[in-house]
């Protein structure tokens, strides 16, 4: 965008980054939730990563017309899929899957895959899990999106994890369901779990990048699209993305935090003063 005083490229960050990494209990720091009654456990944040650029950050934000937001991790503490499996018994195992996936083991799909057919969850196991453990909202995420809406953006959620889990959030942000892309669960007519919607771009590898240039498409060309996640699928959004913020207040992954130009541990470094 001509006249911006922000770098649309993303420039090698200072290799510290990995020595600066410490562990914290949660995104709270007390090991408790933010009211949903159960403690984040898959939560590990930063208490002394430093942001980069959190100034210049908050101006992509106000530069930005559009802004997506990764969910497990970001928005809400969790990881859904793997407080799912938990839930149901299935914890370890899918734990394995989840860690040979991310050795680059399989694709994205075929971990998928694996990890609901271990799972296969039924209907009402979703239902009283959503009930019995709801995700914990991320410090500061509700004002911010609250923030941005007073500001005329546009807010979306991209996740892989699956619609079924992040509706219950979506609505608690006050973000239509239209404006969130994520996965589907499939049932057969008993609710006995059958497989999930590959058609979904979220399914597969590179989908965060396909849904944006979706969400392109339904706006004016020159928008200014930023997406804001902890995962090295949500730094891959760019392009079609304009802008990659990564956020470390729940978990920090020493590659996203390298790699971000951009990078916050908590919401309201993003609002300005």
């Known amino acids: 965008m001509s006249g911006s005083v ?86 370890t195992e899918v734990a394995r899957v989840t860690k040979e996936a991310m050795g680059g083991a399989m694709t994205f799909q075929d971990a998928l895959k694996i990890r609901l057919n271990i799972i296969r969850p039924t209907q009402q196991q979703v239902k009283d899990f959503i009930e019995e453990r709801p995700s914990t909202l991320s410090k500061n995420v509700k004002r911010f999106v609250s923030h941005l809406k007073a500001e005329g953006k546009q807010v979306y959620l991209i996740s892989g994890g699956f619609d079924c889990l992040i509706a219950p959030v979506a609505t608690e942000l006050g973000i239509p369901l239209n404006r969130v892309y994520a996965n589907k669960m499939l049932f057969d007519y008993l609710g006995a779990y059958d497989s999930f919607d590959i058609t979904q771009p979220t399914s597969r590898s590179g989908g965060k990048a396909e849904a944006i240039a979706l969400i392109k498409q339904q706006h004016p060309e020159d928008s200014l699209i930023t997406m804001i996640g902890d995962g090295a699928t949500d730094l891959e959004a760019v392009p079609p993305a304009n802008y990659f913020i990564g956020f470390g207040g729940n978990v920090v992954r020493p590659e996203v935090y390298r790699r971000a130009q951009y990078y916050v541990t908590d919401f309201e470094q993003l609002m300005g003063q």
């Not at 980054?17 to 720091?29: A, R």
């Not at 934000?61 to 299935?90: N, P, R, Y």
């Open 6 to 91: 922000l770098s649309m490229s993303r420039p090698a960050a200072a290799a510290a980054g990995h020595n600066l990494l410490t562990k914290q209990l949660n995104c709270n720091g007390n090991g408790t939730s933010n009211g949903g009654g159960v403690a984040a456990k898959t939560t590990v944040a930063s208490a002394i990563t430093p942001p980069k650029q959190p100034q210049l950050a908050a101006k992509v934000i106000q530069q930005s017309k559009i802004v997506c937001f990764d969910v497990d991790s970001t928005v809400i503490c969790e990881e859904g899929i793997d407080e799912l499996a938990e839930f149901c018994g299935k914890g």
